[in-house]
Nanobody, 126 residues
Framework: QVHLVESGGGLVQAGGSLRLSCAAS????????MAWFRQAPGKEREFVAA????????SSADSVKGRFTISRDNAKNLVYLQMNSLKPDDTAVYYC???????????????????WGQGTQVTISS
């Protein structure tokens, strides 16, 4: 059974940094595209960043380009989201997701992802 567990969320001031982690279990992690999505109160879930199976290819939403970096460690079954220069608009629940079929890098749709974590709250104060 596949499990994804996010951690690393919290409350930080604008301009600060956080690193989210997602631990995967129940499968050979290196075989799957991974992504981060987020959902703010009253808004739809939106794509944040994705990473290819090898970790060579990445993509991110325009709203986080230059501030957020996605990476993975296939040996440890972990995917990370390094978030710098955080803004109040980044406040949301952040979800880790796994795609059962390989995905080309670009703006991802949540419907392309099969497994999801429970989410971790990120709150940025102004």
């Amino acid at each position: 059974q596949v499990h994804l567990v996010e951690s690393g969320g919290g409350l930080v001031q604008a301009g600060g940094s956080l690193r989210l982690s997602c631990a995967a279990s129940g499968l050979i992690f290196g075989g799957y595209t991974m992504a981060w999505f987020r959902q703010a109160p009253g808004k739809e879930r939106e794509f944040v960043a994705a990473i290819s199976r090898s970790g060579v290819g990445t993509s991110s939403a325009d709203s986080v380009k230059g501030r957020f970096t996605i990476s993975r460690d296939n040996a440890k079954n972990l995917v990370y989201l390094q978030m710098n220069s955080l803004k109040p608009d980044d406040t949301a629940v952040y979800y880790c997701a796994l795609a059962w079929t390989p995905q080309p890098m670009g703006v991802m749709r949540s419907t392309d992802f099969t497994f999801w974590g429970q989410g971790t709250q990120v709150t940025i104060s102004s």
